[in-house]
Structure formats: structure tokens, C-alpha cells
């Protein structure tokens, strides 16, 4: 349900607003203290959720389904 939500803003930025969605989601599980980490601000959560996204689609490539 959540990507239906930006989906317009996400049509008209050609997808670089799915970063921000993404960003602001690691900022909000960051906020739960039982993980055991913090972002600092959404520029940092950005880089984080796009770190994410790269290593994701690397072990994707790595592993066989």
C-alpha cells in the first residue's frame, strides 16, 4: 500500500522520490531504540536506504534463487 501512496510524485520525479520514501522509512524503524541504531537526519537515511538498495541487489545477483 505505501508505494501507492507517492506514486504521482514518484511518475513526475521518474522514480528518485522512491529514495526519500525509502529514507524517511529507515528514519521511522531508526526511532524504534530495541534495534540498536540511529540516523541522524534524512540526507543520512537517503545514503543508508540507497547503501541498502545496492548491497540488496548485489546479493540478489550473488545468490540463486
Same mark, same amino acid.
Not at 528518485?16 to 541522524?40: E, H, K, Q, T, Y
Not at 534524512?42 to 540507497?50: C, D, Q, Y
Given at each position: 500500500? =505505501?508505494?501507492?501512496?507517492?506514486?504521482?510524485?514518484?511518475?513526475?520525479?521518474?522514480? =528518485?522520490? &522512491?529514495?526519500?520514501?525509502?529514507?524517511?522509512? =529507515?528514519?521511522?524503524?531508526?526511532?524504534?531504540? &530495541?534495534?540498536?541504531?540511529?540516523?541522524?537526519?534524512?540526507?543520512?537515511?537517503?545514503?543508508?536506504?540507497?547503501?541498502?538498495?545496492?548491497?540488496?541487489?548485489?546479493?540478489?545477483?550473488?545468490?540463486?534463487?
Amino acid at each position: 500500500v =505505501l508505494p501507492l501512496v507517492p506514486a504521482p510524485l514518484a511518475c513526475f520525479t521518474l522514480g =528518485l522520490f &522512491a529514495f526519500v520514501v525509502n529514507g524517511r522509512m =529507515l528514519l521511522l524503524v531508526s526511532a524504534i531504540p &530495541a534495534l540498536g541504531f540511529g540516523v541522524d537526519n534524512l540526507l543520512t537515511a537517503i545514503i543508508g536506504a540507497v547503501v541498502i538498495g545496492l548491497v540488496s541487489f548485489v546479493v540478489s545477483r550473488v545468490i540463486p534463487h
